[in-house]
C-alpha cells in the first residue's frame, strides 16, 4: 500500500517550459488536492478535485491547470513556466472532504530558471 | 477566509525536555489535523483532531473547538523531534485545508 505517490521528485525547467506533475493514490479516496509550499510558508491549495472528471480551483490557481480523469491519478500541469512557480508541489488525498484526514505524498520539487 | 495563527514560530530545546505549540483558528472547524514536516520534507500524519484528546506514544494533541485553538504537546523531545510542525483545518466555506505558518522546532542533544 503506497499511499499517495508524486512523480517526479525533482524538476528544473527553463522559463516557458511546460510540464505534467502526475499523483496516485490507491486509497480509493474521492478528493484530491494539490498544494504548494515557498520558503517559511504553509502550504496552499492550488486546485483540487472532489471526483472522477471534476475540478476547481483553490487559493492560488493561476498558471496551472489540472485533470482527473481517473479516480486514482490527479495531474498538475504548468503550461508555461515561471520562476514565481519554483517551489515545492504537494499532492494531497481524502477519503471524502471537510470531515476526512488528508494524506500527503512526498513532494516534487521544482526549480524554474 | 479562515485564518490559522501558530505559535511559537520557533523553539529551540534540549533533549527530554517537553514542549507545548499551540494553534489558534479564526472560525469554526470541521477538520483540524497537526502534521510533522521532517527535515527531508516529508510531511507525517500526527494527529487528525477536529475536537477532544488524542495521544499516541510522546505526543499528544487537544481541540477546545469551542474556544478555537488547539494544543500538540511534545513530551520527553528526541533529536529526531525536530523540524517544522503545522496545524491545519478546513473551516469558513473552504474546501481544502488551510495551514498555518509552522512552528520550528529544534531539539538539541
Known amino acids: 500500500n503506497a499511499g499517495v505517490t508524486q512523480t517526479p521528485k525533482f524538476r528544473v525547467l527553463k522559463t516557458g517550459q511546460s510540464m505534467t506533475l502526475l499523483c496516485a493514490q490507491d486509497m480509493n479516496h474521492e478528493y484530491m488536492y494539490w498544494y504548494r509550499q515557498d520558503p517559511g510558508m504553509g502550504l496552499r491549495l492550488i486546485h483540487y478535485s472532489v471526483g472522477e472528471g471534476t475540478t476547481a480551483k483553490g487559493e492560488v490557481p493561476d498558471g496551472y491547470n489540472v485533470s482527473r480523469l481517473k479516480k486514482q491519478n490527479f495531474l498538475l500541469g504548468l503550461e508555461s513556466a515561471a520562476p514565481s512557480q519554483t517551489s515545492v508541489y504537494f499532492c494531497a488525498s481524502s477519503r471524502f472532504g471537510l470531515s476526512t484526514e488528508a494524506f500527503f505524498g512526498q513532494g516534487t520539487r521544482l526549480t524554474v530558471v | 477566509g479562515i485564518q490559522v495563527e501558530q505559535s511559537p514560530p520557533d523553539l529551540i530545546l534540549q533533549e527530554g525536555a517537553n514542549s507545548t505549540l499551540r494553534c489558534n483558528f479564526s472560525d469554526s472547524v470541521n477538520n483540524l489535523q497537526w502534521f510533522h514536516q521532517n527535515p527531508w520534507g516529508q510531511l507525517i500524519n500526527l494527529f487528525y483532531?477536529?475536537?477532544g484528546t488524542k495521544q499516541n506514544g510522546r505526543l499528544s494533541a487537544t481541540t477546545v473547538a469551542t474556544e478555537r485553538y488547539s494544543l500538540l504537546y511534545i513530551s520527553s523531545s528526541q533529536t529526531t523531534d525536530s523540524g517544522v510542525y503545522f496545524c491545519a483545518v478546513i473551516g469558513g466555506g473552504a474546501d481544502g485545508l488551510t495551514f498555518g505558518k509552522g512552528t520550528h522546532l529544534i531539539i538539541q542533544p
Open positions: 483532531i477536529p475536537s
